[in-house]
């Protein structure tokens, strides 16, 4: 893990970088060169004066590598003849706007919470979008949080990108392909967690990975009524699911009573309102609730009879993330109890989130399922890995837990949403998430530095 050192200026008019103390390099007096993000300065380089375990950066070297006079903390290391000055993360996103409190929208407090871990971490992260772009001087304007408010400040392309874009239009844009290309092939700059999945795709790679079947709900591409009949037939239930929606908007779920011979179908309407409706036909239910919408749109996906709570279906959501060193860890774990009548468990839809302590009273039972959830979490990272393309660092799983105990993967989503970070208990876990995600460029910037033909998409 990079130690972080406290950094001091100091006026001078020549560039000088004052190693810390405990900087332990093997040919520190060999370093005339000090690099930060994309920007090399050749820089005189020596130990501290005073013996401090502090940087210290002169006004003329901070000028020259675009160092912003506010951060106050940097990670250091040596590699032929050149010191790195903390990682320079760009954090790239969409829908920024006119207004100095909330430039990203909506979005702002997010990337604020986001920016705060900056000391802890010696990163020097920041925001920006492709209009901040100085492709002809090499440059960013980007959007920096001290505490104090959003500043804008211009600096050196980075050493690696984090893909924050909001939604799959934004993603679509051909000018961000144009600008993760050019960043990446000509500047040789890692962009992780690219694009959103497709969940019929991910399903359809893992299906053949024998590592992950056990945890994988049948699922299809829509093909006819007939196929839902049948499956109906085999599972009693299934959920039509848009094949790119998000938050639980357009899910449906068709269960079938063979007593009665009748179907259901539970939905939420345009106007938020939860619905149950009855046909005798699963042609007529078809014909009904999806008369204005195609449903080559949607995946028929198995329905589980997952364990509930008071009547109410719980669903649980485990996020991941790659640390410092690369490796997976589980960085949360909460349960989400169905609103009632909700056909999702999602917050917008009456959801509540719950710790597993909460849904769990008996510690054996609760111990058993969190094992398991956290093992399937990361065996299935794992395999997500492996089978799509690009630097993959955080995932969110979906998980049911059905009477058995067995374990089911949902839905993963790469852009996972915080919604239940607003759980009381689950507040230092927000903050190890936030911690994780910038941890990660670490690794890739370390990587592409000591192995620059491997980050070559």
């Keep these: 893990m990079l130690k972080t050192y406290k950094v001091e200026h100091f006026q001078d008019e020549a560039c000088i970088l004052y190693i810390p103390s405990g900087f332990v390099v093997d040919d520190d007096q060999g370093?005339?060169?000090?690099?930060?993000g994309t920007k090399r300065q050749p820089a005189l380089c020596r130990r501290h004066p005073n013996g401090r375990n502090v940087i210290g950066?002169?006004?003329?070297?901070?000028?020259?590598?675009?160092?912003?006079?506010?951060?106050d903390s940097l990670s250091l290391f040596y590699k032929d003849g050149c010191l790195y000055t903390g990682v320079l993360i760009g954090i790239f996103t969409a829908g920024f706007t006119s207004f100095r409190l909330s430039?990203?929208?909506?979005?702002?407090?997010?990337f604020k919470k986001l920016l705060s871990v900056q000391s802890s971490l010696g990163v020097v992260?920041?925001?920006?979008?492709?209009?901040?772009?100085?492709?002809?001087?090499?440059?960013?304007?980007?959007?920096?949080?001290?505490?104090?408010?959003?500043?804008?400040?211009?600096?050196?392309?980075?050493?690696?990108?984090?893909?924050?874009?909001?939604?799959?239009?934004?993603?679509?844009?051909?000018?961000?392909?144009?600008?993760?290309?050019?960043?990446?092939?000509?500047?040789?700059i890692p962009w992780y967690n690219p694009g959103f999945f497709n969940k019929l795709d991910l399903f359809e790679r893992l299906e053949n990975d024998d590592a992950v079947q056990q945890f994988l709900p049948e699922t299809h591409r829509?093909?006819?009524?007939?196929?839902?009949?049948?499956?109906?037939?085999?599972?009693?239930?299934v959920y039509l699911k848009p094949k790119n929606g998000s938050l639980g908007k357009g899910i449906h779920k068709i269960t079938y009573s063979r007593s009665l011979q009748e179907y259901y179908c539970r939905f939420r309407d345009e106007g938020n309102q939860n619905r149950l409706l009855k046909f005798k036909t699963l042609e007529q239910l078809v014909n009904a609730v999806f008369k204005h919408r195609s449903l080559d749109n949607f995946i028929v996906q198995q329905g589980i009879p997952l364990l509930k709570e008071n009547n109410r279906v719980i669903d649980f959501r485990v996020h991941t993330?790659?640390?410092?060193?690369?490796?997976?860890?589980?960085?949360?774990?909460?349960?989400?109890?169905?609103?009632?009548?909700?056909?999702?468990?999602?917050?917008?839809?009456?959801?509540?989130?719950?710790?597993?302590?909460?849904?769990?009273?008996?510690e054996e039972e609760r111990q058993f399922i969190e094992d398991a959830l956290r093992e399937a979490a990361l065996i299935l990272s794992h395999a997500i890995e492996r089978n799509l393309e690009g630097f993959i660092g955080e995932i969110g799983f979906d998980f049911g837990v059905d009477e058995n105990h067995h374990i089911w993967m949902f839905e993963a989503n790469s852009k996972p949403g915080?919604?239940?970070?607003?759980?009381?208990?689950?507040?230092?876990?927000?903050?190890?998430?936030r911690k994780l995600a910038l941890?990660?460029?670490v690794f890739l910037t370390k990587q592409s530095l000591n192995h620059p033909e491997e980050m070559i998409p």
Excluded: C
Aim: net charge neutral; aromatic share 12%; proline share 5%.
């Design 321 to 362: 993330n790659k640390d410092e060193e690369g490796n997976w860890q589980v960085s949360a774990v909460a349960g989400k109890v169905a609103g009632s009548g909700s056909v999702t468990t999602h917050a917008n839809n009456g959801g509540e989130i719950k710790i597993l302590a909460e849904l769990f009273p008996d």
């Design 439 to 441: 941890s990660f460029g």
């Design 125 to 188: 992260p920041f925001v920006f979008g492709e209009r901040h772009i100085d492709w002809e001087n090499g440059r960013i304007k980007g959007y920096f949080h001290f505490g104090e408010g959003w500043e804008i400040e211009e600096i050196p392309f980075p050493n690696v990108i984090y893909d924050r874009l909001p939604n799959r239009r934004s993603e679509k844009r051909k000018t961000y392909q144009t600008i993760k290309e050019r960043l990446q092939r000509e500047y040789g």
């Design 103 to 110: 430039p990203i929208g909506e979005r702002s407090y997010f």
């Design 31 to 36: 370093a005339g060169t000090v690099i930060l």
């Design 57 to 71: 950066i002169s006004s003329a070297l901070a000028k020259s590598l675009y160092l912003p006079g506010k951060v």
């Design 222 to 237: 829509f093909q006819s009524l007939e196929e839902i009949e049948r499956m109906l037939t085999r599972y009693q239930q």
């Design 418 to 433: 915080r919604s239940i970070f607003s759980h009381p208990h689950l507040k230092s876990f927000d903050l190890l998430t």
